[in-house]
């Protein structure tokens, strides 16, 4: 997307990209994406997914978009499946409903800059499976998660049942898809799945702030650090390492490093530019 469709996009609105379930609107750098089917808790269905994947790969060629917060609308992020739409599905649909949702999570997780979940109500299901794709989870006290597909006689579909356990821990992963209990807030905080709580009232704008001082560094950097630990996760430490020595040399070739090491040794504020 150019700069100028960009602009365009974010002028128009939601008419400009005939989108029924999101709505989006850009502060400064950072592109504030709701989840928006609020008669229905956010439910994700199969337009959702479409529209999200579609808004995730124009955005990933958008310079002037530097972050991304994904947020449910009026109160909620997503109760989940929207269980009217699938309940009558073939095995073949299924398959084919569970792809679309896992090459989302997967776009949203290798996106090149951070994308951070913000959580009130309600994160079920397939909204806990979106959240768990973002680089990370921050709420506020209203919050509640949880896996309640066993209690349909299903599972988690978009990758939940592999990033949940990778985020807390196999045993604490099979007791909460196993109970399908909800975690309040303070729970979600304790076991790892949440990094922060902030106050109702000020959820979004605190956490805007906080991608918008995340993204004042420098971006290259950043990138290759999301890509070193999404990565390196995966593999032994050994080859790991090795990865991330190469990314760090890698930072040297460009005008970020310089200048904002140059920035600091004369006492000034870095101008990065991505380059």
Same mark, same amino acid.
């Not at 997307?1 to 365009?8: K, R």
């Not at 269905?45 to 959702?48: G, P």
């Given at each position: 997307? &150019?700069?100028? =469709?960009?602009?365009?996009f974010f002028q128009e609105g939601l008419n400009s990209k005939n989108m029924k379930?999101?709505?989006?609107?850009k502060k400064e750098s950072i592109a504030i994406i709701h989840l928006h089917r609020p008669t229905c808790l956010n439910a994700v269905?199969?337009?959702?997914l479409a529209e999200l994947k579609q808004l995730f790969e124009e955005l990933q060629t958008?310079?002037?978009?530097?972050g991304i917060l994904l947020i449910g609308a009026e109160g909620n992020f997503s109760a989940g499946v929207d269980l009217h739409e699938i309940r009558h599905f073939t095995p073949l649909e299924a398959i084919g409903f569970a792809e679309k949702g896992q090459k989302l999570c997967s776009l949203?997780?290798?996106?090149?800059?951070?994308? =951070?979940?913000?959580?009130s109500g309600y994160a079920l299901g397939a909204g806990l499976e979106i959240a768990l794709s973002c680089d990370y989870m921050l709420a506020d006290a209203t919050a509640q998660f949880g896996f309640r597909e066993l209690c349909y006689g299903v599972l988690p579909a978009f990758g939940g049942t592999q990033r949940l356990p990778r985020l807390v821990g196999k045993s604490r992963a099979k007791e909460i898809l196993f109970t399908g209990q909800m975690i309040a807030a303070e729970k979600a905080l304790q076991i790892?799945?949440?990094?922060?709580?902030?106050?109702?009232?000020?959820?979004?704008?605190?956490?805007?702030?906080?991608?918008?001082k995340i993204c004042s560094y420098g971006l290259l950097s950043l990138q290759m650090g999301k890509e070193v630990i999404n990565t390196g996760y995966e593999i032994n430490l050994n080859a790991a390492c090795k990865m991330e020595r190469d990314a760090?040399?890698?930072?040297? &070739?460009?005008?970020?490093?310089?200048?904002?090491?140059?920035?600091?040794i004369e006492k000034r504020q870095p101008n990065f530019r991505g380059k």
């Open positions: 997307m &150019s700069c100028d =469709l960009a602009a365009h379930t999101l709505q989006v609107e269905n199969t337009q959702m958008d310079e002037t978009i530097k949203i997780e290798h996106f090149p800059r951070p994308v =951070l979940a913000v959580v790892g799945l949440v990094n922060q709580l902030f106050p109702q009232q000020s959820l979004q704008d605190d956490v805007l702030k906080q991608l918008q760090f040399a890698v930072c040297f &070739s460009t005008e970020d490093q310089k200048e904002g090491m140059g920035a600091f």
